[in-house]
């Protein structure tokens, strides 16, 4: 374990200081007690020369000495502690991981692809530890499912209530088979998803509405905190077909990237879709912002999209290890402590 000084200066100052006292002191006695020749009228050796006064004397003697080193050394542990002892504390905290907020377009031209991604998010939930994660399903309007939380069996029950659904009406045939039950479910699960009329899949505005999910974000604007925090994600689901929003996707972007929040893409539209012009300038500002993009038709989106989220996550605790320098004055005080009694309980039988 390193020991490192936080005010070595303090030690240094107090030191001279406890000089100075000291010399003055001495200074002041030697004016206030003048040398004199002494007269031989009284000697108390020869007076009190016997066994038992020799013996009490040396006693005396030996316990002033006790009592001056222990005082002297608990003035030294003193200054020692007035200048902070510190160790770097190397515990795992993990207590300080990222919020990850699942966000999933649910228009209808994502509902044959909706299952396939809240099975991929099941997925991915399964390699968190500590994390706490959320998820909100948006259309021109957005709704959350569940909040941040890191019961991860909540949130896997729900992801497969979610996902079971939605793979009942994931193609117009199953839509036209289904029975009323699953409809009324159905309806239930997108409910606030849609009160704009006339707009569909509005996906600046819904990216923006997941990052209010996460503490401290502020539409508009953004604190300092905000910006040191860098330890929030957020996985944007969609296929890329967006009606017109108050928020662009790249205007969505500035303000998450602004507060410090890492926005991953995950692409699950068409697979004849993804050279488009604008499937690439989702890709282009996704990664421009710092985030990752990843598509459903690439074989092992998840597994690349934990690696991502891992490599940021590593990052952090390097940053944080470096900077978790804490006092350590747990010896240094014991000592100075036990210095002290000792040093009162020969000053009490010195007076005795």
């Given at each position: 374990m390193n020991l490192e000084w936080h005010w070595p200066w303090a030690a240094v100052i107090g030191l001279l200081l406890a000089i100075v006292l000291i010399v003055a002191w001495v200074l002041v006695s030697s004016r206030r007690h003048p040398k004199v020749p002494q007269i031989p009228?009284?000697?108390?050796?020869?007076?009190?020369?016997?066994?038992?006064?020799?013996?009490?004397?040396?006693?005396?003697?030996?316990?002033?000495?006790?009592?001056?080193?222990?005082?002297?050394?608990?003035?030294?542990?003193?200054?020692?502690?007035?200048?902070?002892?510190?160790?770097?504390?190397?515990?795992?905290?993990?207590?300080?991981?990222?919020?990850?907020?699942?966000?999933?377009?649910?228009?209808?031209?994502?509902?044959?692809?909706?299952?396939e991604v809240l099975a991929s998010y099941q997925r991915l939930i399964s390699s968190f530890k500590g994390e706490r994660i959320g998820l909100s399903l948006f259309n021109s309007t957005?709704?959350?499912?569940?909040?941040?939380?890191?019961?991860?069996?909540?949130?896997?029950?729900?992801?497969?209530y979610?996902?079971?659904?939605?793979?009942?009406?994931?193609?117009?045939?199953?839509?036209?088979?289904?029975?009323?039950?699953?409809?009324?479910?159905?309806?239930?699960?997108?409910?606030?998803?849609?009160?704009?009329?006339?707009?569909?899949?509005?996906?600046?505005?819904?990216?923006?509405?997941?990052?209010?999910?996460?503490?401290?974000f502020v539409y508009g604007k953004t604190s300092k905190a905000d910006t040191k925090r860098d330890k929030a994600s957020?996985?944007?689901?969609?296929?890329?077909?967006?009606?017109?929003?108050?928020?662009?996707?790249?205007?969505?972007?500035?303000?998450?990237?602004?507060?410090?929040?890492?926005v991953d893409g995950l692409y699950a539209g068409p697979a004849s879709s993804e050279k488009d012009a604008t499937t690439i300038e989702m890709q282009r500002d996704i990664t421009s912002h710092g985030g990752s993009y990843f598509s459903v038709h690439s074989g092992t989106p998840i597994e690349n999209l934990v690696r991502s989220i891992e490599k940021r996550k590593n990052r952090d605790e390097q940053?944080?290890?470096?900077?978790?320098?804490?006092?350590?004055?747990?010896?240094?005080?014991?000592?100075?402590?036990?210095?002290v009694a000792i040093w009162i309980c020969m000053a009490w039988r010195l007076k005795r």
């Open positions: 009228v009284f000697n108390l050796d020869e007076d009190l020369n016997t066994e038992h006064v020799e013996e009490r004397f040396r006693q005396w003697r030996v316990l002033g000495r006790v009592a001056t080193v222990a005082l002297a050394v608990s003035l030294l542990l003193s200054l020692a502690t007035l200048s902070r002892p510190s160790t770097v504390d190397e515990a795992d905290e993990r207590t300080g991981n990222r919020d990850i907020v699942l966000c999933l377009d649910v228009s209808p031209s994502m509902l044959s692809y909706d299952h957005s709704r959350t499912l569940f909040p941040l939380t890191d019961d991860y069996q909540l949130a896997s029950g729900q992801l497969k979610a996902g079971d659904i939605l793979g009942r009406i994931s193609s117009q045939d199953k839509i036209d088979k289904t029975d009323p039950r699953t409809l009324q479910e159905f309806s239930d699960l997108i409910e606030g998803t849609q009160n704009r009329k006339d707009q569909t899949s509005l996906i600046g505005d819904g990216l923006v509405s997941c990052a209010a999910m996460l503490p401290g957020i996985v944007l689901a969609t296929d890329n077909f967006s009606g017109k929003s108050t928020y662009t996707l790249d205007s969505a972007l500035d303000l998450t990237h602004k507060a410090g929040i890492v940053r944080a290890r470096k900077a978790a320098l804490v006092d350590a004055p747990g010896w240094w005080t014991l000592a100075l402590a036990v210095l």
